[in-house]
Antibody, heavy 121, light 110 residues
Framework: QVQLVESGGGVVQPGRSLRLSCAAS????????VHWVRQAPGKGLEWMAV????????YYADSVRGRFSISRDNSRDTLYLQMNSLRPEDAAVYYC??????????????WGQGTTVTVSS | QTVVTQEPSFSVSPGGTVTLTCGLS?????????PSWYQQIPGQAPRTLIY???IRSSGVPDRFSGSILGNKAALTITGAQADDECDYYC??????????FGGGTKLTVL
């Protein structure tokens, strides 16, 4: 079945780096844009970044632009989020989600179960 | 910075109809923002309800519908059920390429 599975979360000190992965299965990964969305404890959803199906177009939220980098490996059906210079406010559950219709603007239709990032000294 | 606005909370009676809205701190929402709506039970991943203003995601019952009402996007739930009680989020796509979530609406069915 269509599935996204995130991994790579954990506890990291402020200022350090972490790379999240999102493994796709059950669909042609290379045909879809993919997004990262996060949710801090007790807070709402926050859109982070999107990458086009070919990986040629990327957009970021202001809160992470310059610190986070989205990428993908279509040969491995995997999405990545490289997070640098982590701050306590980056602590959240991070979800990857599939874009609808091959676009970056329709929204998303498939969500992963999330991976938790804790930023603490 | 663009702020997407939603009612923080809303109540509806069982069997009733409720319309949640999604607006902009400055300006009007139109279909060019491709509004989408998501449902989230606390502790679970979100579920997609509506995309591109009014297209229901696969498996979503027709009790859920999307539209543009005035200068806002809207999610209407008819025949509210107890398990509709959860959080609802809208997302707007900005012409700059970024998407922005609203703050979410906590829906109570009582």
């Amino acid at each position: 079945q269509v599935q996204l599975v995130e991994s790579g979360g954990g506890v990291v000190q402020p200022g350090r780096s972490l790379r999240l992965s999102c493994a796709a299965s059950g669909f042609t990964f290379s045909s879809y844009a993919v997004h990262w969305v996060r949710q801090a404890p007790g807070k709402g959803l926050e859109w982070m970044a999107v990458i086009s199906y070919a990986g040629t177009t990327k957009y970021y939220a202001d809160s992470v632009r310059g610190r986070f980098s989205i990428s993908r490996d279509n040969s491995r059906d995997t999405l990545y989020l490289q997070m640098n210079s982590l701050r306590p406010e980056d602590a959240a559950v991070y979800y990857c989600a599939r874009g609808i219709g091959g676009t970056i603007y329709y929204g998303v239709d498939v969500w992963g179960q999330g991976t938790t990032v804790t930023v603490s000294s | 910075q663009t702020v997407v606005t939603q009612e923080p909370s809303f109540s509806v009676s069982p069997g009733g109809t409720v319309t949640l809205t999604c607006g902009l701190s400055s300006g009007s929402v139109s279909s060019t923002y491709y509004p989408s709506w998501y449902q989230q039970i606390p502790g679970q991943a979100p579920r997609t309800l509506i995309y591109s203003t009014n297209i229901r995601s696969s498996g979503v019952p027709d009790r859920f519908s999307g539209s543009i009402l005035g200068n806002k996007a809207a999610l209407t739930i008819t025949g509210a059920q107890a398990d509709d009680e959860c959080d609802y989020y809208c997302v707007l796509y900005m012409s700059s390429g970024v998407s922005v979530f609203g703050g979410g609406t906590k829906l109570t069915v009582l």
